[in-house]
Structure formats: structure tokens, C-alpha cells
């Protein structure tokens, strides 16, 4: 599976922006996709995950009421609507596919290139 983020911008704080991640592959409704960020200086943290049909989601609680993940699987594309920006968002954001349903990033088999979010104070 190769992914494709796209959607990464500048906002300003309290805004809103929507991430999408285009897979290549027939497979891609086997795999769950979660979204993980990076911001300078820091490890790759879990953000969202959602399971290969659309049936369970899980966010990490700085995610929690402000982002929602969704997929598409028709599209082979899953998303990550992003509302209430805080600065602290401001990172580089990675869509990534596993086999199962994990916010480990060890499970992930595939990742895409990161797409970058810049939240303006």
C-alpha cells in the first residue's frame, strides 16, 4: 500500500483544516489507517485511528472532540477533519495503515509522506 497525505496548511488558532490520505492498492479496506504527528524536537505521537471498515475510531486525548477520522473506502482514502487548532497542533501530520486496529506506530506497516500543519497564534 503506498499513502498519499495532502491537505496540511497554515491556519490560524481556532480554525480548521481537513486532512486526506489517498492509498494506492486494492487492499486498502483490509487495513486499519491512523494518523500520527511529528513537531519539531519531538517523537511521533498517536493522533486517530479508525478501523478497516469505518466501525471503530480511537483518538488520543488531545484529540479528542476536536479531530475526527474518517475513511472512504470506495476512494481508498481516509481522512482527518481537524477543527479548534490550537498551536500546539502545529506538526507534521503522517497517515499510515496496519493490519489491525493499534495507536502503537510499531503496528504500522505503511506510512505516507507527512503532510505539514502550521497553527498560528
Known amino acids: 500500500v503506498q499513502l498519499q497525505a495532502s491537505g496540511g496548511g497554515l491556519v490560524q488558532s481556532g480554525g480548521s483544516l481537513r486532512l486526506s490520505c489517498a492509498a494506492s492498492g486494492r487492499t486498502f479496506s483490509q487495513y486499519g489507517m491512523g494518523w500520527f504527528r511529528q513537531a519539531p524536537g519531538k517523537e511521533r505521537e498517536f493522533v486517530a485511528v479508525i478501523s478497516w471498515n469505518g466501525g471503530l475510531t480511537y483518538y488520543a486525548d488531545s484529540a479528542k472532540g476536536r479531530f475526527a477520522i474518517s475513511r472512504d473506502n470506495a476512494k481508498n482514502t481516509v481522512y482527518l477533519q481537524m477543527n479548534s487548532l490550537k498551536p500546539e497542533d502545529t506538526a507534521v501530520y503522517y497517515c499510515?495503515?496496519?493490519?489491525?486496529?493499534?495507536?502503537?506506530?510499531?503496528?504500522?506497516?505503511?506510512w505516507g509522506q507527512g503532510t505539514l500543519v502550521t497553527v498560528s497564534s
Open positions: 499510515a495503515a496496519t493490519s489491525g486496529y493499534s495507536s502503537s506506530p510499531r503496528l504500522y506497516n505503511y
